[in-house]
DNA sequence: GCCTATAGTTCTAAAATTGAACTGTCAAAT
DNA sequence: ATTTGACAGTTCAATTTTAGAACTATAGGC
């Protein structure tokens, strides 16, 4: 499959699995909300190689998650910037690492806690009902046909199966 | 770079990528959630090679994500059911879901509306703060080394960036 | 016997990734 | 004036992964 499939799919996480769905670029998005912001930064501490590198940095900015902009002239430097866009990639970012905390830590516990700046104390992130703001599970929801979906898409037969 | 190495990388974000994140992986979870649970329907559905679902299947099996349970004797058929483990990646892909539909919707709208049983709305899955319960955003939150993070981690670095 | 269904495995070609070296611009040091 | 170093990439051969298609195995039904 080519990743261009993926962003014409009718289906939302497929379209987001298409700008972020691979390893080094995700761990590039790590980086970024890390404060990382240039070349050198991003290719020493993550050992990825230049050419991969350049390749995700381009496709992130073509994506408009970050943003090119020169920090020095002569010679001509850039740094790479996240956008709103990109920031609002954060609760995927915090969605995976609340997971890892949980099922992948080992015994010495998790590697970084966060603390909410707003009410000052050490947190982890959940993800409510946006209505009811009940902590969601996978069983309470039940999934319809949006306006954005053709009726001959690949996910309408799920969706007769959901309806179980 | 291996799938392995990531694994022992002392970030929470790092060890899930090492188990979700790759594009086939993530297609394959949703099918998950939407229910599919035989080797046939997730090749159909997906256009994947059945040489890479096999692999993909035995790997999240091997994680714990999914169980492969047998349906039937005389052949012996097996299913995929996710675990709770498995199922504990919903507010991941849940949060993937949502910045799907904001950024890379299409005019037409969603394709998808999720119908959150309990309260009975249309809603949306929002990232909170467990302790305040307000919504979570990337400058709100600050980052502490945790008691699984040896001194030396490459993290550390980042650490004192940080802190600015 | 032959066809179909299901769940895989095997093989070759194509694509992506790795690793290492190389390019270009400029500032600072020798 | 020349060399060295920092930074942001690009280029290219070798390795690894993925795609695409064909093949295997078990059993029920015609």
Do not use: N
């Amino acid at each position: 499959m080519k990743w261009g499939a993926l962003e014409d799919e009718a289906c939302s996480l497929a379209r987001t699995i298409a700008v972020i769905g691979d390893r080094w670029t995700l761990l590039i998005l790590r980086e970024c909300f890390l404060r990382t912001r240039r070349f050198e930064a991003f290719q020493s501490s993550l050992q990825i190689t230049r050419h991969l590198l350049s390749e995700r940095l381009k496709k992130l900015v073509r994506f408009g998650i970050l943003r090119r902009v020169p920090y020095q002239d002569s010679p001509k430097r850039y740094e790479y910037i996240l956008t709103q866009k990109g920031l609002d990639l954060y609760p995927i970012i915090m969605a995976m690492v609340r997971w890892g905390d949980i099922h992948m830590a080992d015994e010495r516990g998790r590697p970084l806690l966060h603390e909410h700046k707003k009410c000052g104390k050490l947190f982890d992130p959940v993800m409510v009902c946006s209505e009811c703001g009940e902590v969601l599970a996978a069983k309470e929801v039940h999934v319809h046909p949006g306006p954005g979906r053709p009726v001959s898409a690949l996910a309408t037969a799920h969706q007769h199966r959901s309806d179980e």
